[in-house]
């Protein structure tokens, strides 16, 4: 049943003994049906059963929502998450809403009957936090809409949307803005956290450009949240949003997409050349100097059974803001390390998403899979550690073949010129000291989680190791939920300090607490 192109919204309910049978709201049975006094209740329905819920809050909500519960034939789909170990432990249903205006309703209702509920979009979250909901999920992925404002300055998305969809429409229409680099992931959900992207050199975080944010409490209450309304929420929204609201739209500044093609580079190294890989990439980056144009470069050690199933090999991807001329005299250091494979061309952004493996068709950027990790954030790759850690994979592959044979360290490097440039206490985003970023992963075999866990915290050692002189520094996003609240938040007292009082203030029952959170569950 293809229900987003249905008139009427249905509900699918499954009552008892595998009896499918679909309600159109808008026929009589289901109101008629309810007690009055269920959908006043003031406290606790301990005994609350899935198809009561799909019957009392289904009859508030707009055409097209969907309330789905275990199981429905969609179940599958809608709980779908890149890493299938943040699954919520107990999920009840989903509430896929259809307008902004439910959000508030599903909110409520839940705080009426004492539900834990979590809004989520594109499920690539793969923190463990999130295995701690027991309760609903209010998934906002139909809300998809973009308006571009008449001044060409900032344009409104709603809280659904996504890298893919954003990207393309933007671009078609002469205009970019800061959004996270992968096609599947969310917008709102890197956004909340900070946001990394490739625009970020130019133009800051994503959350550097926010305007206003139309936002569902806790409580569930509408707030229109902007550096003059709510001024204190707006702080703390940026960067440790998670913890606050439920976005259901947000204005975001756009830009002139200024060129028609984006240059990019890929090179495939064997393990020799790790060194000179390293240290020409400390050169090229500086410490935190890569320049605006330099969006992005993206490494990763992997297995490439092709080549070799013990020996790992060390991919780069490039991508610059401009032309091939102009990009190549910046890559000139690179293409003078003898590579397995190198590949250039010149294309569109959405194009450019697919050659550096942050497309849909990617098999690791939008699938589905039992994954371990650890990350953390750098000022400059040690080249002794590099090394250190890249014995390791392959010490892994000989040991360890089904774990190693999906796994990979992931290097990442934004320009981070901008984000340098804005005061660091303008937001609760507190790492713009920080311009690199290492993320491990491995897809674990059955049974193969202790030793999965093992490497990954072998890898964050070797990288914490690497720079003596700092503490551990986390990006909320890549947090895999076992780290230090400090890490993620700031080390300065007064950044959990203030956000800790900020929760008092706007959600004083810690109903956010599923990512990441500053109060844990
Ligand atoms: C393959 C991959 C690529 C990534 N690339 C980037 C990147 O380029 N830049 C970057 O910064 N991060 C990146 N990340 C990390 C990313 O920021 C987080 O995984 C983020 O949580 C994904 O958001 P989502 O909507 O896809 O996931 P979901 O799991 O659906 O949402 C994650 C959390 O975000 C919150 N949330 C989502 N939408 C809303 C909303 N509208 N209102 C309130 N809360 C909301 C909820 O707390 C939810 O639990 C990447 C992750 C993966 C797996
Ligand atoms: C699940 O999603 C896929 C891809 O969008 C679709 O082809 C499939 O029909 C969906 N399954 C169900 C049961 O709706
Ligand atoms: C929300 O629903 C969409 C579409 O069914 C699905 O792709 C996505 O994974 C869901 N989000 C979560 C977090 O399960
Ligand atoms: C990088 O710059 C920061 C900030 O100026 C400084 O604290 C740090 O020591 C520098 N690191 C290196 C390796 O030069
Ligand atoms: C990180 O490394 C430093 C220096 O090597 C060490 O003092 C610190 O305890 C380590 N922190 C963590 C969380 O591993
Ligand atoms: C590089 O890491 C090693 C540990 O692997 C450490 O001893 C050394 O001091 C680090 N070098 C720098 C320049 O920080």
Request: aromatic share 10%; glycine share 8%; hydrophobic share 35%.
């Amino acid at each position: 049943m293809r229900t987003t192109t249905t008139m009427t919204p249905i509900i699918r309910i499954f009552l008892g003994l595998g009896l499918l049978v679909t309600i159109v709201l808008g026929s009589p049975l289901p109101h008629s049906a309810i007690p009055e006094y269920f959908q006043h209740a003031p406290v606790t329905r301990g005994q609350l059963s899935v198809s009561q819920v799909q019957q009392e809050l289904g009859s508030q909500l707009s055409k097209g929502s969907l309330i789905i519960g275990p199981d429905d034939p969609e179940w599958a789909n809608v709980t779908k998450r890149y890493s299938t170990f943040s699954k919520p432990q107990d999920l009840k249903l989903v509430v896929k809403v259809n307008a902004e205006s439910d959000v508030p309703k599903v909110v409520k209702y839940c705080n009426k009957n004492s539900i834990n509920f979590m809004a989520n979009n594109q499920g690539h979250g793969f923190t463990t936090t999130i295995t701690k909901l027991s309760g609903i999920e209010i998934n906002l992925s139909q809300l998809t809409n973009i308006k571009i404002q008449p001044n060409k300055k900032s344009a409104w998305f709603q809280g659904g949307t996504w890298g893919g969809n954003i990207i393309k429409t933007l671009w078609d229409q002469g205009f970019v803005t800061t959004t996270g680099s992968n096609e599947c992931v969310g917008l709102m959900g890197p956004a909340l956290g900070g946001g990394f992207g490739r625009y970020q050199g130019l133009y800051g975080l994503v959350s550097d450009n926010f305007v206003t944010l139309n936002v569902v409490l806790g409580d569930g209450r509408n707030l229109q949240v902007s550096k003059t309304s709510y001024p204190d929420l707006f702080w703390a929204l940026k960067g440790a949003g998670h913890n606050f609201a439920i976005v259901t739209s947000a204005e975001l500044n756009i830009y002139p997409r200024k060129i028609d093609t984006w240059h990019y580079h890929n090179y495939a190294w064997t393990q020799d050349k790790l060194e000179t890989i390293f240290e020409t990439l400390n050169r090229v980056q500086g410490n935190g100097t890569t320049p605006a144009k330099l969006a992005v470069n993206f490494g990763q050690v992997s297995l490439d059974p092709s080549y070799s199933k013990t020996e790992a090999i060390i991919g780069w991807t490039f991508a610059y803001m401009g032309s091939a001329a102009e990009g190549e005299m910046l890559l000139q250091p690179f293409n003078e390390i003898p590579a397995l494979q190198s590949v250039q061309g010149d294309v569109s952004y959405e194009e450019l998403l697919q050659v550096q493996g942050t497309g849909a068709s990617d098999p690791t950027a939008c699938s589905s899979s039992p994954l371990v990790g650890s990350s953390g954030l750098l000022q400059t790759w040690n080249v002794t550690s590099q090394r250190e850690i890249y014995n390791l994979f392959n010490k892994k592959a000989v040991e360890q073949p089904d774990l190693a044979a999906n796994a990979r360290v992931f290097y990442e490097c934004y320009s981070t010129l901008k984000t340098q440039a804005i005061d660091a206490a303008s937001s609760a985003y507190p790492h713009r000291d920080e311009y690199l970023v290492y993320f491990f992963a491995t897809v674990t075999p059955p049974g193969k989680e202790d030793q999965a866990h093992e490497w990954a915290s072998q890898v964050r050692n070797l990288f914490n190791d690497s720079e003596p002189n700092r503490r551990v520094a986390t990006y909320v996003n890549y947090a895999t939920g076992d780290e230090s609240l400090e890490s993620i938040y700031g080390y300065e007292p007064w950044r959990l300090q203030k956000l800790r009082a900020l929760k008092a203030k706007y959600d004083p029952k810690n109903a956010f607490r599923y990512y990441n959170p500053i109060i844990p569950a």
